[in-house]
């Protein structure tokens, strides 16, 4: 028989039937169904192994706080472990397993760790696994993590995608029961924005699960229509399955909507879930209260859950968990799951209250003074034992047992700022801080107000304070009459006795483990939860918390307060990676800049290499080249022979304007700017404050107030931001006005002999030596196209940069490629312009390792000491001036067939490799077709006055040595007559 | 000998700017505007110049359109400056003459890709990409945001008519958030 347990009533929809697998058996359940409720429907009460002693488990309660009924859902990429059955909203054709178990859920070999337990109590395994200290890693622990695993993973791509999203409001509104839903309608009817997120499918709250009116209407038909109104205003957004995970700065949540989690598959294009940043002017806490158990001997047996978790399985999903039931209770509340049972023809045995006096409930076997010692049942619960109040003691067979020890507050996101709760005698329970994050209030019960009255009132009121605060008039609604029962309770944490009670389910903590933790002397709080792992599960003790608390305190003889709480910190519950991720994953985990020939190099079959975000070509191989070496050494031989074309766009350009731009450059800068004339180039080194070279680059005066500098592809947004530092914060009273013009330019260099008569065929202008002497500039037209020219050369050859705007720059290498095809041109990447520049003996990014200075480089004479630049003083110091510092060199192998290797270091030769011996390193290596050999620069101690020695370059990591020889930096062309011509 | 003269591409790569509509919206890259910005140098005024010539000079936040150019706010004292390409290929030297040396111009054309997007519900297309309360702010209004990483301007021209003006190396980058984006919402 199918659904055996299903009642009349709840909120399913029974005209639908949907059918899904656990374990691989089918059964039927209907649309408004949990797993849980519809495996509980279908008299399935075992639904997992528990984490350390893989007892037997059912849901305890009806909610995310779920420490038992932990499965994996769905099957093959999309298995998603770890997931709760109690709040995994069912469709047709869903699929889980449960975990944690060998081989079945019925027969867990592992089981036999119950039979241990006494080996395995809290501290277990600090104290066991001590000795060889080495077995640790390789034996112990892969052991422990295999006994103690919970779900696993598909090991495969999550083939959906997860967005990530922002949203703003006036009101946030966490938690869609009586309080939030009279809170919305009270901001929402004012026109105030409203965001309600409530992490259920349905909205409404314990008034979906319980059977109290609200005026006339039941309270699930009241929260429907609220909900209806809402859904009407368009100043109101209701987010359903959304879970609000935290509270981060400045009013903003982060929250998981859970768009597909319902759906066998998300639709074509759409995310399965969204994380939202939510900024909120004001938020409210109205995420109501959990119940937490009363701890017994064998109080985890499927069948024993909470007493409102029972009451909600037969109420909101028309579930009866039992056939025949007993409800253990220290408060009043308790008594309500016994007569709404007892109202649904549920055969109610007995109830066993923890109080004595008091009326005694009409028509139900009443046990005051009593309570319930332990359990039995070997997959389930078949029985309880009671010890009366005269000592008696009596077994009763039940199929389910409801048990309710009081109710928390929900008050999790109202800690997160780290504030303390506050304990609240009346209801047994801590209360959300006073000093919780800014602009968070808390109504109903998450403020430890119970009553479904109080939480009506407490949310409208909590609105219109809220609005107020933002000067929005809101005024209360008329309000249902409700239940306005107070609350009444007698504390009752645990029941004595020899057998082990759990306190925190999920992690398989007991009150002997509080206790063990006490005689250990772990009496605080934080020693008590790392001791035990009391609360360290994936539901962070959200039923165990408090009652681990309570046991402590009792021990040490303090009251609750004063043995302190925990606080909670985000997430509220486990979140997907997959959502923390987003769309950023693969191919997108970041954005990519594309070069303006790039679709020109694309088809000439470059290689590209990231450059940052930038794709750039490395090198463009030509039909017959077998390796990359081959194409750079004819790309290099090929420009410096005649003409090469490479594209230089990626240097950050930074356009600088204003009539004191000359003195702010000179401020930047190392070296002096404001004397160089216009429609000239001069190359400049900028300084840290400490003297370090922060970066270089051509800074080209293209107007008497107008100014273009670039700067190293690496640095061309700190360097923009620096620059932005010193005008704003350093230099406030220089008229300099700053803007990017990186991407606004495709720039292109053409060097070797033949670029000027490569160039003379395009640009419209005299370019002749004469006419545009090395280190000219100046706006030029290229048939007829607005351009500016550089001549500068980062190369050693007569070379030029020329610009285009980017939307020409496609056409640009085209026509420098066709111009230049008289020549052979050819078109170079990054490879060949690093093989030119450490010919050239120029500094790149391996040399302005942030460690250097201008004195290091070479460059020593460039920091003037005429006026007052950043870093001229601190460049100064002793121990960066001081005779016999790293000083930049050229070096050759000794035999030209040995290759050298970047990172080596310089010894002696026959000085051992240790740090004391170091003398530097070589930054950059490259082969020169030009010399013939490895090439290299480094750093190297007196570096000057090596020229001519031979040392040993020494890779203790490549294993590598190679005996060198220390020459000029400059391998090609030294007196710079090329450049010139 | 072959013809070396100069033929524009898109942001996209395409000779003609890409058009495509997902659910209400439509997703357009736009390449007729040019674009320059406008500083105002230091003890200077430029607001008579500027409505002299009818640009007009909007409030932070803010976009305007004036009779043949239209301005956004950048940061204090600045401003970025739209007008016809066909008319103001080279804007600056269209700008210049108006303020001489009471203020900086660069021309920033092609230093934006710029993609409209038109149609109805835009609010919920831009809450899935960046920081800004559209619904909020409402037409006329212009922001500095982040996309994807990107550093992005968007400029609402009305409510169903917004641009967003991306770094144009990322055009793909950002066309293609733009369209997941899109799916993702309709």
Same mark, same amino acid.
């Given at each position: 028989?199918?659904?055996?347990?299903?009642?009349?009533?709840?909120?399913?929809?029974?005209?639908?039937?949907?059918?899904?697998?656990?374990?691989?058996?089918?059964?039927?359940?209907?649309?408004?169904?949990?797993?849980?409720?519809?495996?509980?429907?279908?008299?399935?009460?075992?639904?997992?192994?528990?984490?350390?002693?893989?007892?037997?488990?059912?849901?305890?309660?009806?909610?995310?706080?779920?420490?038992?009924?932990?499965?994996?859902?769905?099957?093959?990429?999309?298995?998603?472990?770890?997931?709760?059955?109690?709040?995994?909203?069912?469709?047709?054709?869903?699929?889980?397993?449960?975990?944690?178990?060998?081989?079945?859920?019925?027969?867990?070999?592992?089981?036999?760790?119950?039979?241990?337990?006494?080996?395995?109590?809290?501290?277990?395994?600090?104290?066991?696994?001590?000795?060889?200290?080495?077995?640790?890693?390789?034996?112990?622990?892969?052991?422990?993590?295999?006994?103690?695993?919970?779900?696993?993973?598909?090991?495969?791509?999550?083939?959906?995608?997860?967005?990530?999203?922002?949203?703003?409001?006036?009101?946030?509104?966490?938690?869609?029961?009586?309080?939030?839903?009279?809170?919305?309608?009270?901001?929402?009817?004012?026109?105030?924005?409203?965001?309600?997120?409530?992490?259920?499918?349905?909205?409404?709250?314990?008034?979906?699960?319980?059977?109290?009116?609200?005026?006339?209407?039941?309270?699930?038909?009241?929260?429907?229509?609220?909900?209806?109104?809402?859904?009407?205003?368009?100043?109101?957004?209701?987010?359903?399955?959304?879970?609000?995970?935290?509270?981060?700065?400045?009013?903003?949540?982060?929250?998981?909507?859970?768009?597909?989690?319902?759906?066998?598959?998300?639709?074509?294009?759409?995310?399965?879930?969204?994380?939202?940043?939510?900024?909120?002017?004001?938020?409210?806490?109205?995420?109501?209260?959990?119940?937490?158990?009363?701890?017994?001997?064998?109080?985890?047996?499927?069948?024993?859950?909470?007493?409102?978790?029972?009451?909600?399985?037969?109420?909101?999903?028309?579930?009866?968990?039992?056939?025949?039931?007993?409800?253990?209770?220290?408060?009043?509340?308790?008594?309500?799951?016994?007569?709404?049972?007892?109202?649904?023809?549920?055969?109610?045995?007995?109830?066993?209250?923890?109080?004595?006096?008091?009326?005694?409930?009409?028509?139900?076997?009443?046990?005051?003074?009593?309570?319930?010692?332990?359990?039995?049942?070997?997959?389930?619960?078949?029985?309880?034992?009671?010890?009366?109040?005269?000592?008696?003691?009596?077994?009763?067979?039940?199929?389910?047992?409801?048990?309710?020890?009081?109710?928390?507050?929900?008050?999790?996101?109202?800690?997160?700022?780290?504030?303390?709760?506050?304990?609240?005698?009346?209801?047994?329970?801590?209360?959300?801080?006073?000093?919780?994050?800014?602009?968070?209030?808390?109504?109903?019960?998450?403020?430890?107000?119970?009553?479904?009255?109080?939480?009506?009132?407490?949310?409208?009121?909590?609105?219109?304070?809220?609005?107020?605060?933002?000067?929005?008039?809101?005024?209360?609604?008329?309000?249902?009459?409700?239940?306005?029962?107070?609350?009444?309770?007698?504390?009752?944490?645990?029941?004595?006795?020899?057998?082990?009670?759990?306190?925190?389910?999920?992690?398989?903590?007991?009150?002997?483990?509080?206790?063990?933790?006490?005689?250990?002397?772990?009496?605080?709080?934080?020693?008590?939860?790392?001791?035990?792992?009391?609360?360290?599960?994936?539901?962070?003790?959200?039923?165990?918390?408090?009652?681990?608390?309570?046991?402590?305190?009792?021990?040490?003889?303090?009251?609750?307060?004063?043995?302190?709480?925990?606080?909670?910190?985000?997430?509220?519950?486990?979140?997907?990676?997959?959502?923390?991720?987003?769309?950023?994953?693969?191919?997108?985990?970041?954005?990519?800049?594309?070069?303006?020939?790039?679709?020109?190099?694309?088809?000439?079959?470059?290689?590209?290499?990231?450059?940052?975000?930038?794709?750039?070509?490395?090198?463009?191989?030509?039909?017959?080249?077998?390796?990359?070496?081959?194409?750079?050494?004819?790309?290099?031989?090929?420009?410096?022979?005649?003409?090469?074309?490479?594209?230089?766009?990626?240097?950050?350009?930074?356009?600088?304007?204003?009539?004191?731009?000359?003195?702010?450059?000179?401020?930047?800068?190392?070296?002096?700017?404001?004397?160089?004339?216009?429609?000239?180039?001069?190359?400049?080194?900028?300084?840290?404050?400490?003297?370090?070279?922060?970066?270089?680059?051509?800074?080209?005066?293209?107007?008497?107030?107008?100014?273009?500098?670039?700067?190293?592809?690496?640095?061309?947004?700190?360097?923009?931001?620096?620059?932005?530092?010193?005008?704003?914060?350093?230099?406030?009273?220089?008229?300099?006005?700053?803007?990017?013009?990186?991407?606004?330019?495709?720039?292109?260099?053409?060097?070797?002999?033949?670029?000027?008569?490569?160039?003379?065929?395009?640009?419209?202008?005299?370019?002749?030596?004469?006419?545009?002497?090395?280190?000219?500039?100046?706006?030029?037209?290229?048939?007829?196209?607005?351009?500016?020219?550089?001549?500068?050369?980062?190369?050693?050859?007569?070379?030029?940069?020329?610009?285009?705007?980017?939307?020409?720059?496609?056409?640009?290498?085209?026509?420098?490629?066709?111009?230049?095809?008289?020549?052979?041109?050819?078109?170079?990447?990054?490879?060949?312009?690093?093989?030119?520049?450490?010919?050239?003996?120029?500094?790149?990014?391996?040399?302005?390792?942030?460690?250097?200075?201008?004195?290091?480089?070479?460059?020593?004479?460039?920091?003037?000491?005429?006026?007052?630049?950043?870093?001229?003083?601190?460049?100064?110091?002793?121990?960066?001036?001081?005779?016999?510092?790293?000083?930049?060199?050229?070096?050759?192998?000794?035999?030209?067939?040995?290759?050298?290797?970047?990172?080596?270091?310089?010894?002696?030769?026959?000085?051992?490799?240790?740090?004391?011996?170091?003398?530097?390193?070589?930054?950059?290596?490259?082969?020169?077709?030009?010399?013939?050999?490895?090439?290299?620069?480094?750093?190297?101690?007196?570096?000057?006055?090596?020229?001519?020695?031979?040392?040993?370059?020494?890779?203790?990591?490549?294993?590598?040595?190679?005996?060198?020889?220390?020459?000029?930096?400059?391998?090609?062309?030294?007196?710079?007559?090329?450049?010139?011509? | 000998?072959?013809?070396?003269?100069?033929?524009?591409?898109?942001?996209?790569?395409?000779?003609?700017?890409?058009?495509?509509?997902?659910?209400?919206?439509?997703?357009?890259?736009?390449?007729?505007?040019?674009?320059?910005?406008?500083?105002?140098?230091?003890?200077?005024?430029?607001?008579?110049?500027?409505?002299?010539?009818?640009?007009?000079?909007?409030?932070?936040?803010?976009?305007?359109?004036?009779?043949?150019?239209?301005?956004?706010?950048?940061?204090?004292?600045?401003?970025?400056?739209?007008?016809?390409?066909?008319?103001?290929?080279?804007?600056?030297?269209?700008?210049?003459?108006?303020?001489?040396?009471?203020?900086?111009?660069?021309?920033?054309?092609?230093?934006? %890709? $710029?993609?409209?997007?038109?149609? !109805? +519900?835009?609010?919920?297309?831009?809450? /899935?990409? &960046?920081?800004?309360? @559209? %619904? $909020?702010?409402?037409?006329?209004? !212009? +922001?500095?945001?982040?996309?994807?990483? /990107?550093? &992005?301007?968007?400029? @609402?021209?009305?409510?169903?008519?917004?641009?967003?003006?991306?770094?144009?190396?990322?055009?793909?980058?950002?066309?293609?958030?733009?369209?997941?984006?899109?799916?993702?919402?309709?």
């Amino acid at each position: 028989m199918t659904q055996k347990n299903r009642i009349t009533g709840g909120q399913i929809d029974r005209s639908r039937t949907l059918s899904f697998r656990f374990d691989g058996k089918s059964y039927q359940g209907h649309p408004g169904d949990t797993l849980a409720s519809a495996l509980l429907a279908n008299g399935v009460r075992l639904m997992g192994r528990s984490f350390k002693y893989h007892r037997p488990r059912g849901p305890l309660s009806a909610g995310s706080e779920e420490p038992n009924a932990i499965v994996q859902l769905r099957e093959g990429a999309r298995q998603e472990p770890n997931t709760r059955a109690t709040v995994a909203e069912l469709f047709d054709g869903l699929t889980a397993t449960s975990q944690n178990r060998f081989p079945s859920l019925s027969f867990d070999m592992m089981g036999v760790n119950d039979l241990l337990s006494p080996f395995f109590a809290a501290g277990f395994y600090y104290k066991t696994f001590m000795w060889p200290a080495k077995f640790w890693e390789s034996i112990y622990e892969p052991i422990i993590r295999r006994a103690a695993g919970l779900g696993a993973l598909s090991r495969q791509d999550d083939p959906d995608a997860y967005d990530k999203g922002f949203l703003h409001c006036d009101l946030l509104v966490i938690g869609a029961g009586p309080a939030g839903l009279a809170a919305a309608l009270t901001a929402g009817r004012a026109g105030a924005r409203v965001i309600v997120t409530d992490e259920d499918f349905r909205m409404g709250g314990r008034l979906n699960a319980e059977t109290h009116a609200l005026g006339e209407a039941s309270g699930a038909d009241w929260a429907a229509g609220v909900v209806a109104e809402l859904a009407s205003l368009p100043n109101v957004r209701l987010m359903p399955r959304t879970t609000t995970l935290g509270a981060m700065d400045h009013g903003i949540y982060s929250a998981v909507e859970r768009v597909s989690d319902h759906l066998p598959v998300p639709a074509a294009g759409k995310p399965r879930q969204i994380l939202w940043r939510i900024y909120s002017r004001r938020a409210l806490l109205t995420a109501g209260a959990i119940e937490r158990p009363i701890a017994f001997e064998n109080n985890d047996r499927p069948g024993i859950m909470l007493a409102g978790a029972l009451r909600a399985y037969a109420n909101r999903w028309g579930v009866a968990v039992g056939e025949r039931v007993a409800v253990f209770t220290n408060n009043d509340d308790g008594l309500r799951t016994a007569t709404d049972l007892a109202a649904k023809g549920i055969d109610v045995a007995a109830v066993i209250d923890t109080r004595t006096g008091g009326p005694l409930l009409p028509g139900i076997r009443h046990l005051q003074g009593a309570e319930v010692t332990g359990s039995a049942g070997r997959l389930g619960l078949s029985a309880i034992s009671i010890r009366h109040a005269n000592g008696k003691v009596e077994s009763l067979p039940v199929t389910a047992l409801g048990v309710s020890g009081g109710w928390n507050p929900n008050l999790n996101i109202a800690s997160h700022h780290r504030g303390r709760p506050v304990w609240q005698d009346a209801i047994a329970a801590f209360v959300p801080p006073k000093d919780g994050p800014a602009g968070l209030s808390a109504a109903g019960a998450a403020a430890g107000l119970f009553s479904t009255h109080a939480a009506l009132q407490s949310g409208a009121g909590a609105a219109v304070a809220a609005l107020d605060d933002l000067g929005v008039k809101a005024t209360l609604p008329d309000l249902p009459r409700a239940e306005d029962a107070p609350v009444a309770i007698a504390p009752k944490w645990y029941v004595q006795g020899k057998g082990r009670a759990w306190v925190d389910q999920q992690n398989d903590v007991t009150v002997k483990d509080v206790k063990l933790a006490h005689q250990e002397n772990f009496v605080s709080v934080e020693h008590l939860k790392r001791y035990t792992t009391l609360g360290m599960a994936t539901d962070q003790g959200k039923t165990g918390n408090i009652l681990g608390l309570a046991v402590m305190a009792e021990l040490t003889g303090r009251t609750i307060p004063e043995t302190g709480t925990t606080i909670y910190r985000p997430p509220y519950t486990p979140v997907a990676m997959g959502a923390l991720g987003g769309r950023s994953r693969g191919h997108e985990f970041k954005p990519t800049r594309l070069t303006p020939s790039h679709k020109w190099a694309n088809e000439q079959g470059a290689v590209f290499v990231e450059v940052g975000m930038w794709l750039r070509a490395q090198w463009f191989p030509k039909a017959g080249e077998t390796t990359w070496r081959q194409s750079v050494d004819r790309e290099v031989l090929a420009t410096r022979a005649s003409v090469g074309i490479c594209d230089v766009t990626t240097l950050g350009k930074i356009d600088i304007q204003g009539t004191d731009a000359g003195a702010f450059l000179d401020k930047v800068y190392a070296n002096t700017f404001s004397t160089l004339g216009v429609g000239k180039v001069r190359y400049g080194l900028m300084l840290r404050e400490d003297g370090i070279v922060m970066d270089d680059g051509t800074t080209a005066r293209m107007g008497q107030n107008e100014w273009v500098m670039t700067t190293t592809t690496a640095n061309a947004v700190p360097v923009f931001r620096h620059l932005e530092y010193v005008r704003q914060c350093l230099c406030p009273d220089m008229d300099v006005q700053l803007i990017s013009t990186t991407e606004a330019w495709a720039q292109y260099s053409v060097a070797g002999p033949n670029a000027r008569k490569l160039l003379e065929k395009l640009v419209d202008q005299d370019i002749s030596d004469a006419a545009f002497p090395y280190m000219a500039c100046g706006a030029i037209t290229v048939k007829g196209v607005r351009a500016r020219l550089f001549r500068i050369s980062f190369s050693g050859e007569l070379a030029y940069e020329i610009a285009v705007p980017t939307r020409y720059g496609d056409a640009m290498i085209r026509a420098l490629m066709e111009a230049g095809r008289e020549f052979d041109a050819v078109a170079y990447g990054t490879e060949s312009l690093g093989v030119m520049r450490v010919e050239k003996g120029h500094v790149a990014g391996n040399e302005l390792n942030g460690q250097t200075t201008a004195l290091n480089m070479g460059l020593g004479k460039m920091v003037s000491k005429k006026k007052d630049a950043i870093g001229m003083v601190l460049s100064q110091r002793e121990g960066l001036v001081a005779e016999g510092g790293l000083r930049i060199v050229g070096v050759k192998p000794v035999d030209p067939a040995q290759p050298l290797t970047a990172g080596s270091h310089f010894l002696e030769p026959g000085a051992a490799a240790v740090a004391a011996n170091d003398l530097g390193w070589l930054t950059s290596v490259v082969y020169s077709p030009h010399v013939g050999s490895s090439i290299a620069l480094g750093y190297l101690k007196n570096g000057e006055a090596r020229k001519g020695q031979r040392l040993r370059a020494v890779n203790l990591l490549a294993k590598t040595e190679v005996e060198v020889e220390i020459v000029s930096a400059h391998f090609v062309d030294p007196e710079g007559v090329r450049l010139r011509g | 000998m072959a013809d070396l003269s100069l033929k524009p591409i898109t942001p996209l790569g395409n000779d003609l700017p890409v058009r495509i509509s997902i659910g209400p919206v439509t997703i357009s890259e736009v390449v007729d505007t040019a674009l320059a910005s406008l500083a105002q140098r230091m003890g200077q005024d430029i607001t008579a110049a500027a409505k002299g010539a009818g640009i007009p000079l909007p409030p932070a936040g803010r976009w305007e359109q004036g009779a043949t150019c239209a301005a956004f706010w950048l940061s204090p004292e600045m401003w970025m400056i739209e007008a016809p390409f066909a008319s103001h290929e080279d804007i600056v030297a269209h700008l210049k003459p108006v303020f001489g040396e009471a203020a900086s111009i660069t021309e920033q054309t092609d230093a934006w %890709a $710029r993609f409209d997007v038109t149609g !109805a +519900s835009l609010p919920r297309l831009f809450e /899935l990409l &960046c920081n800004y309360d @559209i %619904a $909020r702010h409402g037409a006329g209004s !212009a +922001s500095r945001t982040m996309m994807e990483h /990107l550093g &992005c301007y968007v400029v @609402i021209r009305a409510a169903d008519h917004i641009s967003v003006l991306g770094p144009r190396s990322s055009a793909q980058s950002l066309f293609h958030a733009l369209e997941t984006a899109a799916h993702s919402v309709f």
